[in-house]
T-cell receptor
Framework: DAGVIQSPRHEVTEMGQEVTLRCKPI?????LFWYRQTMMRGLELLIY????????DSGMPEDRFSAKMPNASFSTLKIQPSEPRDSAVYFC????????????FGPGTRLTVL | AQSVTQLDSQVPVFEEAPVELRCNYS??????LFWYVQYPNQGLQLLLK??????LVKGINGFEAEFNKSQTSFHLRKPSVHISDTAEYFC???????????FGTGTRLQVFP
């Protein structure tokens, strides 16, 4: 089992550019979560999906952020346009189901917006 | 609404000493509780979880936690820490199968030789 796969691991971009982060959850897991981690705000849940359907996107900071899950094995988090304050580590996690079960985290994508 | 409070942002301790990382939660319904660990430049991984049954839960790497319903606490303990235990530790709570996981702000454990 390869675990949750995220790409890229590091991304450096300039303000105003579009950024797309990718996640492949563990096969068979029904729930997928996107988190953002910064020193100032800690770990924040941005959005989560269950069976490819967005369940709660209340953590998405603003319209510049969007997330999709076109199928059970792939999800994207897009920021357009990016801003320096978006600099953070973005984690994807998957779970056999939300709630009781363990969430398995990917290694994260470190995003730097200049 | 649920919330999680980790009372200590940093805990320094010498190697082989015992340690306790504190976690309190608030919820009006039954909850499931978790402790995750994050080593530098890595994602989070599960240390242990309480779903039901025995209130003393044992996890990986010699850690254990005790669920105390009356005090709404789920403190993490280890009798003797190693340098390799240096990491960030997160307490988390959820109500049930369709609810999201609420994380605390984390406690940085620093183990000194």
């Amino acid at each position: 089992d390869a675990g949750v796969i995220q790409s890229p691991r590091h991304e450096v971009t300039e303000m105003g550019q579009e950024v797309t982060l990718r996640c492949k959850p563990i096969s068979g897991h029904n729930s997928l979560f996107w988190y953002r981690q910064t020193m100032m705000r800690g770990l924040e849940l941005l959005i989560y999906f269950n069976n490819n359907v967005p369940i709660d996107d209340s953590g998405m900071p603003e319209d510049r952020f969007s997330a999709k899950m076109p199928n059970a094995s792939f999800s994207t988090l897009k920021i357009q346009p990016s801003e320096p304050r978006d600099s953070a580590v973005y984690f994807c996690a998957s779970s056999p189901d939300s709630g009781r079960n363990e969430q398995f985290f990917g290694p994260g994508t470190r995003l730097t917006v200049l | 609404a649920q919330s999680v409070t980790q009372l200590d942002s940093q805990v320094p301790v010498f190697e082989e000493a015992p340690v306790e990382l504190r976690c309190n939660y608030s919820s009006s319904v039954s909850v499931y509780l978790f402790w995750y660990v994050q080593y530098p430049n890595q994602g989070l991984q599960l240390l242990l979880k309480y779903l039901s049954g025995s209130t003393l839960v044992k996890g990986i790497n010699g850690f254990e936690a005790e669920f105390n319903k009356s005090q709404t606490s789920f403190h993490l303990r280890k009798p003797s820490v190693h340098i390799s235990d240096t990491a960030e530790y997160f307490c988390a709570v959820t109500r049930g199968n369709t609810d999201k996981l609420i994380f605390g702000t984390g406690t940085r454990l620093q183990v000194f030789p």
